[in-house]
């Protein structure tokens, strides 16, 4: 099982960035996807989360009508785009899988928001 995030880097306030996660070794249409983040000294929060048929979203109220999480079955990979960027939402950005008792994560990706 494999998930790798990519996109990550340094912008500045008010750009964007697309994150992308590559599933692969699990079925990943039958898989809830989320993306979570980490600043330095905090806890990991859930961003957004996507149903398994990319029918149902769900976004935390720092990030809503900023970001939209949306995913390619046929690709395997479920993205992240990141508008209207703040110093805030630097973070490592984590992708997250979840089915039932199985829930396999990457190895995150560094967002960096400054001027």
């Known amino acids: 099982v494999q998930l790798v995030e990519s996109g990550g880097g340094l912008v500045q306030p008010g750009g964007s960035l697309r994150l992308s996660c590559a599933a692969s070794?699990?079925?990943?249409?039958?898989?809830?996807m989320r993306w979570h983040r980490q600043a330095p000294g905090k806890e990991r929060e859930v961003v957004a989360v996507?149903?398994?048929?990319?029918?149902?979203?769900y976004y935390a109220d720092s990030v809503k009508g900023r970001f939209t999480i949306y995913r390619d079955n046929a690709k395997n990979t479920v993205y992240l785009q990141m508008n209207s960027l703040k110093p805030e939402d630097t973070a490592v950005y984590y992708c997250?899988?979840?089915?039932?008792?199985?829930?396999?994560w990457g190895q995150g990706t560094q967002v960096t928001v400054s001027s």
């Open positions: 997250n899988a979840l089915n039932g008792g199985s829930n396999y």
């Open positions: 070794g699990f079925t990943f249409s039958m898989y809830a």
């Open positions: 996507i149903s398994n048929g990319g029918g149902s979203t």
